[in-house]
């Protein structure tokens, strides 16, 4: 299977005249006569099969004809659905086929209402096309064209910058005198040419140039004072002399004599078959352009579709996966820079703690590895921040008491606990723990205390005298308390004095001579 | 462009071969973002290793000075003769001896079984080698001339080694009727004491 030629099927052009047909191929500007076909049942039938043995080649027919019609109208700006429907309208308005009808924009223009100029052209004799296009049903015919259509575009190939001129091509069916403006065809018609004698043919261009002239102004497509009118005359080169004689400038008309071979080769044409006019010229430029506007509607152009939806799904589906092919080698590219860059990682890890295990041989032997060691010493100096004698403790308490000789000890416990307070709440229901004291719980390591519950009686007072024992009490509270990292944490006075608690006593001779007793909690933070 | 049923009837196989390559190239694209993904992950790793190692090089004279200061406190704590087995008879040899010494009146102990310890604050994290630290409650019950006894009693059972030596709590009370008469030499003071005897429990030593 030749993929090329799916792709980039041939081209093949359709020279339409009102007697023949003729067929042409055409490849890389090489323009091949391939077959010319009479009108008639017998040439249309040749026809039907040359098309038949050529099924993928895009057809393209040109039609050169008398009958085909331009005019110009202003319509209101709509869009959209609107514009469709008016268009449609006015094409069936004015011609009574619309098969082969087409309609160009030529811009807007403000008046008292925005307003759309729309060329409508049609061929008005769709006749003498149907056995042709008959022909073409099954074939991929890609549009019908005119000749005055491909007119602006050969103008562009062969650089013609006038805003506005006519150009004057003979052809095997006439003279054809395409109006150009604004790089848009405005009008076009084919006049007769006796192309055997070239003196006749020139004094013919020189003469429908100056009807077309009169003709474009009576139409008001030309103003009066529009000055000259461009004419630019496509000549063969050897006949340019007769031309040169016959057309010459007046006030009306402004001659241009282009060389039509030059023409050609500056187009891009490079070969062509001998005998061919001007059509070459337009049959080289249709091929290479390809212009979007045409005559055939969607059912005569159904196989080009098909094809081109066929080409746009594959071509699509190609182009995505190429564009995925590609992104994903850029990625499989980048994952080899990075696998590039993870070896070079790698060794240099390795390397590193090669160099670290070196390093690590002149460290010291351990009894233990080296993690356990480390957790064990952890451990023991967490200990050993927990672990105090109580002598300084207990000799602090001991200084305090020296100050308060009424201060009888009787009992002291001593231990490491977590949270004072509540321990001495726990003893001594007092209200003491009110003050901000730690809710009981399990102690936090840092938190640690010693405490001392100490047990006393007060010596030298009567049993109920109760304002002298608060007095040596609060003394002894006192003396604790400036004793540094010392707290008194809960105290239990022999005469509770809080008005929360209930006060009970029994004042007897008995209970005054016994030695009233208390007891003191007191607390140091360890490590404090 | 307008197609009919029988054109797109003719348009599967295209359909078919666009939605085709199309597969392809997501698949290819699918596959090679798994690959830049891992091989993205496989370096971020190897970089973190790298950094660790390097974090690791450079701190290698820190650490050698760490295991040196954690040698010395080991060496600490094997001079107290705290590594090892438990050394009770030691003690109880040393809690005579400081008796004797001291002159202290009747001493009467208990030595409860091992634990692991199970101090507030302290994990001990599970070690390769099955290293512990262990406490023995040592509980004491003296008869105390004063208060000073028991303090030196202590200070004399730390000082003496075999194990790290921890009291964690001390009750003492007047003994009733000794306040006034009797000898200079009857005790004064009863004390009881708990104190934990900590060692570290080693595998040859279980």
């Keep these: 299977m030749n993929l090329r030629a799916h792709i980039v099927p041939d081209k093949r052009l359709l020279y339409l005249t009102s007697h023949r047909l003729q067929a042409f191929s055409w490849k890389v500007g090489v323009l091949a006569r391939e077959g010319a076909f009479e009108a008639g049942e017998a040439g249309v039938a040749a026809f039907a099969r040359y098309v038949a043995a050529s099924p993928k080649s895009l057809y393209y027919l040109v039609a050169d004809l008398v009958d085909e019609d331009f005019v110009q109208e202003n319509l209101p700006y709509v869009r959209g659905g609107d514009r ?26 403000q008046a008292a209402r925005r307003e759309e100029r729309v060329l409508f052209s049609s061929f008005t004799n769709t006749q003498q096309f149907q056995p042709w296009l008959e022909a073409l049903k099954t074939a991929r015919l890609v549009g019908v064209y005119s000749l005055a259509l491909i007119a602006p575009l050969l103008a562009k190939r062969i650089k013609l910058l006038a805003p506005s001129f006519v150009l004057m091509s003979h052809q095997e069916s006439g003279l054809r005198q395409s109006y150009v403006e604004d790089g848009q ?56 002399r007769f031309y040169e004689a016959a057309c010459s400038n007046n ?34 430029v249709l091929a290479e352009t390809q212009p979007r506007r045409q005559f055939a509607g969607d059912a005569l152009r159904r196989h080009y579709h098909a094809w081109v939806a066929r080409l746009a799904l594959l071509s699509g589906g190609a182009a995505v996966c190429a564009l995925c092919l590609l992104l994903s080698g850029l990625k499989f590219l980048d994952a080899a820079l990075v696998r590039e860059q993870l070896a070079s990682d790698r060794l240099q890890e390795s390397r590193g703690a090669q160099q670290y295990a070196g390093l690590q041989a002149r460290f010291p032997k351990t009894p233990l590895s080296r993690e356990d060691l480390k957790q064990t010493v952890q451990t023991f100096n967490a200990m050993l921040r927990q672990t105090v004698l109580p002598s300084p403790f207990l000799g602090e308490i001991s200084t305090a008491l020296a100050t308060v000789p009424q201060v ?54 009567q049993g109920g005298d109760y304002r002298a024992m ?9 003396a604790l308390r400036q004793r540094p990292g010392l707290e008194v944490v809960g105290t239990h006075m022999p005469f509770d ?21 208390f007891s003191i909690t007191v607390s140091r933070r360890i490590g404090s | 462009m307008r197609l009919d049923r029988s054109d797109l009837k003719r348009l599967r196989g295209p359909i078919a071969a666009a939605l085709i390559l199309i597969g392809i190239g997501v698949a290819a694209l699918i596959v090679s973002d798994n690959r830049l993904v891992e091989a993205r992950k496989a370096q971020k ?23 040196r200061d954690n040698l010395v406190h080991f060496e600490k704590m094997a001079s107290r003769g705290m590594v090892g087995a438990e050394k009770r008879l030691e003690w109880i040899e040393s809690i005579a001896a400081i008796r004797q010494r001291r002159r202290l009146f009747e001493i009467r102990y208990t030595v409860d079984a091992q634990r692991v310890v199970d101090y507030p604050g302290i994990v001990q994290a599970r070690k390769s080698d099955g290293t512990t630290f262990v ?11 004063h208060e000073g006894d028991l303090l030196d009693f202590l200070a004399d059972l730390q000082t003496a080694g075999n194990s790290l030596v921890s009291p964690r709590s001390c009750s003492i009370s007047r003994v009733e009727g000794a306040g006034g008469g009797g000898g200079p030499m009857r005790p004064r003071l009863r004390a009881s004491c708990v104190v934990d005897m900590i060692t570290l429990k080693t595998p040859d030593a279980a």
């Excluded at chain 1, 000549?235 to 340019?240: F, L, M, N, S």
């Excluded at chain 2, 790793?45 to 295991?67: F, G, K, Y």
């Excluded at chain 2, 406490?135 to 001339?145: G, N, P, T, V, W």
């Design chain 1, 497 to 517: 004095f809080l008005a929360d608690n209930t006060v009970a006593g029994d004042i007897s001779e008995e209970e005054r001579n016994e030695a009233p007793k």
């Design chain 2, 45 to 67: 790793a190897a970089q973190d290793q790298l950094r660790s190692t390097r974090d690791r090089v450079s701190r290698v004279a820190e650490e050698e000075r760490e295991i």
């Design chain 1, 185 to 240: 065809i405005r009008f076009s018609r084919l006049g007769r040419a006796e192309s055997a004698d070239p003196r006749a043919a020139a004094e013919a261009c020189a003469a429908e140039s100056a009807r077309i002239q009169q003709y474009l102004i009576n139409l008001r497509v030309l103003s009066r004072e529009s000055g000259p009118l461009d004419v630019v005359v496509l000549t063969p080169a050897a006949e340019r």
């Design chain 1, 84 to 109: 469709r429907a008016l268009i449609a309208r006015k094409l069936a308005q004015r011609y009574r086929d619309t098969t082969l009808a087409l309609t160009l924009t030529l811009g807007t223009q």
């Design chain 1, 470 to 478: 608060k007095a040596i009490v609060s003394q002894f509270v006192d």
């Design chain 1, 408 to 461: 009888d000890l009787d009992k002291l416990d001593w231990e490491i606990a977590g949270s004072p307070r509540s321990r001495a709440a726990a003893n001594v229901p007092r209200p003491e723990s009110r003050r901000g004291a730690p809710a009981a719980g399990a102690p936090a390591a840092s938190r640690l205390y010693e405490v001392a519950d100490i047990s006393a009686r007060i010596t030298g007072v």
């Design chain 1, 251 to 284: 006030p009306r008309l402004n001659f241009h004599l282009v060389d039509l071979e030059s023409a050609c080769r500056s187009a891009g044409l490079k070969s062509a078959p001998e005998g061919l006019l001007c059509e070459r010229l337009f049959l080289h």
């Design chain 2, 135 to 145: 406490a023995s409650k040592l509980k004491l019950e003296m008869q105390l001339l």
